[in-house]
């Protein structure tokens, strides 16, 4: 009777057309990972920033502190150099985002007889920044009803005083400003927000959060008591999403490291990486509710998630083939590093420059 041990059971071990199969999963999840950050910059970095930053971050999952608001005020406040959604601004629907921008700065200039189209854009803004004030105004008087299906809201005495555009201006019989000064704020609405928050619009992610009626509205005008940041409900959903998907991805990337033929502390240490670190990196979600550094922190987190991704990624290709499988790796490896070299240098860096100039995204 034979009592050595039987040898492990590494990877090695695995037919040829076993390990490819890994091989081009480990690449495909890769990829699929840079697609995500292609996403998280589109959704919460700002304009010509490769990711988010710390302040970014606290926006996001804190919001302001000692300030609170209700959902609108936070999206219409917050700087035009945010992304465009319901976690940066939603300044520019009133602005560059808004039906036919440019148009209406030429119209403006030959209205008021402006040559320099830079000049003529500074005064439509004027004018849009009141319509902006006459919403948060109506939001802060608590959102009237009666003055959303009335189309009819007055004007705080001191906002009365602002230049305002005239088409949302309510007139008398006689077609001149109605005195005390009033807003038509469902029409307001429905050319600023329901062009996009439109129900009927099905496939486009705006249509998810309609603002057509009074109701839909109204949910967005309350304060949140945290202060703002992403809502319960979204980072819930959120949550729920990422700890099902992403520990199902780790788990199984773990354990095919743990199949490789490197030491046994090696294979401990970066086998659960990933999964411990996202759970650190989720509670952050939560825990900047109650605190910003968490926020901050979810950056260091997410970083330190990624590195023990790309660890198992490239560790595990290189332990799936013997010396000349390691030479053809080792040469994709630096064509893929050239090749990436040149994306960053010729596309992203281009492309950020001018996101950048613009403030504004595709």
């Not at 039906?99 to 200039?109: D, F, L, P």
């Not at 619009?201 to 992403?230: C, D, R, W």
Request: proline residues 4%; contains cysteine.
């Amino acid at each position: 009777m034979n009592d050595l041990p039987s040898r492990r059971f590494v990877l090695r071990d695995l037919p040829l057309a076993a390990r490819l199969v890994i091989a081009f999963f480990l690449l495909s999840v890769g990829a699929g990972y840079g697609a995500a950050l292609v996403q998280i910059h589109f959704q919460q970095a700002r304009p010509g920033e490769l990711l988010p930053n710390g302040d970014d971050l606290v926006r996001t999952f804190s919001g302001e502190r000692g300030h609170p608001q209700s959902k609108i005020e936070q999206l219409l406040t917050a700087d035009e150099s945010h992304p465009f959604n319901g976690q940066g601004t939603m300044r520019v629907a009133f602005t560059t985002k808004s039906e036919s921008w440019k148009s209406a700065i030429k119209e403006t200039a030959k209205e008021l007889k402006i040559k320099d189209l830079t000049k003529a854009e500074q005064a439509l803004r004027h004018q849009r920044d009141g319509e902006v004030d006459a919403v948060l105004a109506w939001v802060r008087a608590g959102a009237p009803k009666q003055d959303y299906e009335k189309d009819h809201f007055v004007l705080p005495a001191d906002l009365a005083k602002r230049e305002i555009t005239s088409d949302y201006l309510v007139t008398d019989d006689k077609g001149k400003v109605a005195e005390p000064k009033a807003f038509k704020i469902q029409t307001l609405f429905n050319d600023r927000c329901v062009r996009c928050h439109d129900p009927e619009k099905q496939g486009e992610k705006a249509a998810q959060f309609p603002l057509n009626t009074y109701e839909h509205i109204k949910q967005y005008t309350q304060v949140a008591a945290s202060g703002g940041g992403m809502s319960l409900t979204k980072l819930a959903q959120t949550t729920h999403l990422h700890l099902l998907s992403f520990a199902m991805l780790y788990g199984l990337t773990g354990l095919i490291f743990s199949l490789t033929s490197y030491a046994g502390w090696v294979r401990m240490l970066i086998g659960p990486w990933p999964l411990v670190l996202q759970l650190a990196e989720i509670s952050c979600w939560w825990l900047a509710r109650m605190d910003p550094f968490y926020a901050r922190a979810i950056g260091v987190l997410g970083g330190l998630v990624a590195l023990g991704l790309m660890l198992q990624i490239v560790l595990t290709l290189f332990g799936l083939f013997g010396k000349k499988g390691k030479v053809v790796l080792v040469a994709l490896v630096c064509v893929a590093l050239a090749g990436g070299y040149m994306v960053k240098q010729r596309v992203i860096e281009p492309y950020l420059a001018q996101e950048g100039n613009t403030g504004q995204r595709e």
